[in-house]
């Protein structure tokens, strides 16, 4: 069953929008860097498979985000 939008949930401005979808890729190349490519993390397996599921998560939101804020017709992308 799809849910019905909520006539009451609030509208966000193609800025709020854009906010969401920098912040996350913002988040991915953070974690990449500080976490995902730290040698305590690649020498560890256990670390490195529960980072790269978090990598995974995130590049995941991320390209939700994308997919919702910036395709052509979407109410979300819509200006």
């Known amino acids: 069953m799809i849910d019905e939008p909520d006539p009451d949930a609030p509208r966000f401005d193609e800025f709020a929008r854009h906010e969401v979808l920098h912040t996350a890729g913002i988040t991915i190349e953070f974690w990449e860097q500080n ?30 985000c994308g997919a919702k804020f910036l395709s052509p017709g979407s109410e979300e992308g819509a200006s």
């Open 35 to 64: 976490i995902g490519d730290h040698p305590v993390v690649k020498a560890d397996p256990q670390l490195q498979k529960e980072a790269m599921a978090i990598t995974d998560a995130i590049i995941g939101f991320y390209q939700l």
